[in-house]
Nanobody
Framework: VQLQASGGGSVQAGDSLRLSCAFP????????VAWFRQVPGKEREFVAA????????KYGDSVKGRFTISRTNARKTVHLQMDSLRPEDTAVYYC????????????????WGQGTQVTVSS
């Protein structure tokens, strides 16, 4: 595993969580990083990405205005701040990385973390 995802948990609707994706052995400066999520029986869904360079971000339609992705190159960490969580946000969340430009398809990324479970109850 080259990326380490953490921060998942069980919360109530309307609560917040912050996920983290760490690069323990790589520099982050040349990589775009994305978050995807997946529920059983469904395809992996794009959530958000922060690009290299200059650090622009993009979001899936279902999370726009509620989730914020950010990166700290010096700490080799990318965060996903999730606010106003909804039951439909329940999924396993994965971080992924690729050099240079970001994409929104899972096939765009070659580096993946192990996933962290987020459960939102109503």
């Amino acid at each position: 595993v080259q990326l380490q995802a953490s921060g998942g948990g069980s919360v109530q609707a309307g609560d917040s969580l912050r996920l983290s994706c760490a690069f323990p052995r790589r520099t982050l400066s040349n990589y775009s990083v994305a978050w995807f999520r997946q529920v059983p029986g469904k395809e992996r869904e794009f959530v958000a990405a922060v690009t290299w360079p200059p650090g622009d971000s993009k979001y899936g339609d279902s999370v726009k205005g509620r989730f914020t992705i950010s990166r700290t190159n010096a700490r080799k960490t990318v965060h996903l701040q999730m606010d106003s969580l909804r039951p439909e946000d329940t999924a396993v969340y994965y971080c992924a990385a690729r050099k240079y430009a970001a994409g929104i398809a899972p096939s765009d990324y070659g580096l993946w973390g192990q996933g962290t479970q987020v459960t939102v109850s109503s």
